[in-house]
């Protein structure tokens, strides 16, 4: 009984999802209308990006650049820095989660053997936010945004003009940021070799500029994802098992529970006056309460405002714990840690979230 919890507890959004489809389908019973709901295309371009992402990890590619470019930093500070921004540039082309996952450790493992361990619940929430931040310049950054280009066919360079303004703004808040840590010299004295494999990082990099040009319809995600994958079962067929298979199960419970509620009269008249009203406060502030993506998924059924709808659940990803589901990463990765208080972690969480999510909202306010 007690491994069943555990296992509900480290899926608990799947299961959230899985129970608010079934709820759902009492109001709209189930038929083959449900496979209209479903993003096909959505969810074979996360499935190829992050089994891409899964067999880079397996041969510590990313691991490897960090560390050189850590290495070359002269202080904490800087080394903070650069933390921050390799946590913000790989949520871009990986996104947020896999960002976190990968980077989270190289943050402990730089804190823990440079004695900066009581650093770790700022320099964890940092990280925190870059990742959330750094994926909304692009349409593969962040799960949401994926879902959103594809479902309102936006033109790609109309998309990254959306979001340049508060992408630049968060670089901005997230530099100044790094300037509240010491300037103090630093040695690592961790020494583990890791083999750079150029061969199949050169394959495995292919693969994911295919996944790249997937998202953005050059080649019909079908094909391209049958490519990505037998040659990954080739490659590294173990990398494939590591592929977050509960996150695309959430995602297409997620499209059954948003196809439903688009089809109940009171929660469609509801949700489209609060949207008419202002559907990027309504759309940032929907995400404190369930998370970006599901609010993303849900959203868009009752608004054609794309713009507005991409800006707020994107900067609504900061704010509370649930406001983006990688956030959750960061908690368990921060507990696993044992080196402070989880309510002073949540303390340091909620108030930079809230400021950034303040000056983000505002600065949007203004563009839209």
Avoid at 112 to 137: C, D, H, R
Avoid at 197 to 206: E, F, M, N, T
Avoid at 275 to 292: D, G, H, P, W, Y
Wanted: include cysteine.
């Amino acid at each position: 009984m007690k491994r069943v919890l555990l296992f509900v507890r480290g899926h608990a959004v799947f299961f959230i999802a899985l129970i608010c489809a079934i709820v759902t389908c009492f109001f709209v019973p189930p038929s083959i209308a449900y496979f209209d709901y479903i993003d096909f295309k959505t969810l074979s371009c996360l499935l190829a990006t992050l089994a891409v992402v899964c067999a880079l990890k397996n041969i510590k590619f990313f691991s490897i650049i960090a560390r050189k470019i850590i290495h070359a930093t002269p202080n904490f500070r800087v080394c903070v820095l650069a933390l921050i921004y390799i946590t913000f540039i790989g949520s871009l082309f990986i996104a947020n989660d896999m960002a976190l996952i990968t980077f989270l450790p190289l943050g402990w493992y730089v804190l823990s053997e440079t004695g900066n361990e009581k650093y770790t619940p700022w320099l964890f929430v940092l990280q925190n936010i870059s990742a959330n931040l750094g994926g909304m310049l692009t349409p593969f950054g962040n799960p949401q945004n994926l879902y959103l280009y594809s479902k309102f066919n936006i033109p790609t360079f109309e998309f990254m003009g959306i979001m340049v303004v508060p992408f630049l703004v968060a670089v901005a808040m997230l530099t100044v940021s790094a300037f509240f840590f010491p300037r103090t010299k630093m040695e690592l004295t961790k020494k583990e070799p890791f083999v750079f494999k150029k061969g199949r990082s050169a394959i495995y990099l292919a693969l994911f500029a295919l996944t790249v040009v997937m998202v953005f319809g050059l080649i019909p995600y079908y094909i391209a994802l049958a490519i990505v994958i037998v040659a990954i079962l080739i490659m590294d067929r173990y990398a494939l098992l590591r592929v977050d298979y509960f996150l695309l199960g959430t995602f297409a419970l997620f499209f059954i529970f948003a196809g439903n509620m688009s089809n109940i009269d009171t929660v469609r008249d509801l949700f489209g006056g609060l949207l008419e009203k202002s559907t990027l406060v309504f759309s940032a502030l929907s995400c404190q309460i369930i998370s970006n993506v599901p609010s993303a998924i849900l959203l868009s059924q009752f608004t054609d405002n794309y713009k507005e709808l991409l800006l707020g659940v994107n900067i609504g990803g900061t704010g509370t714990l649930i406001a983006s589901l990688a956030s959750l990463i960061t908690f368990a990765e921060y507990s696993r840690t044992g080196v402070g208080s989880k309510l002073k972690y949540l303390g340091i969480f909620t108030l930079l979230n809230v400021i950034f999510l303040g000056v983000l909202l505002g600065v949007c306010a203004l563009i839209v």
